[in-house]
């Protein structure tokens, strides 16, 4: 039954303490919401299963997080994919090359 405090989350009653049920309800908000598709743009994606996400206007399917459409560690994987970190071992690696050149000189 849902409650004021934790709503669908009250199907639990008392069991499992206020935080957990908290997040329960969190979490399922944001996976039954509709989210922007990344193809069309509209607000049409829904969650199909566990890190299944299906556009309902273009019929796009999308691999995302468990719960909601993006997670931090996929922007990471994405701003890889755009080449954003191409230059950063580069740059490492001409770092250690210039300390090493001062070591030896000193
Ligand atoms: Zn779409």
Excluded at 15 to 40: A, F
Excluded at 72 to 96: C, E, H, R, S
Aim: aromatic content about 4%.
């Amino acid at each position: 039954m849902a409650t004021k405090k934790v709503k669908g989350a009250g199907r639990f009653k008392e069991r499992y303490g206020i935080k957990i049920r908290t997040r329960v309800n969190k979490i399922e908000q944001t996976s039954r919401i509709k989210h922007e598709c990344p193809k069309c743009t509209k607000i049409t994606l829904k969650r199909q299963a566990a890190g299944i996400w299906v556009c309902k206007n273009c019929d796009v399917k999308v691999a995302g997080g468990a719960y909601k459409p993006n997670t931090p560690a996929g922007k990471i994987i994405n701003q890889i994919k755009m080449g954003k970190f191409a230059n950063l071992k580069a740059q490492a690696l001409a770092q250690t090359a210039k300390k090493e050149a001062e070591a030896q000189t000193a």
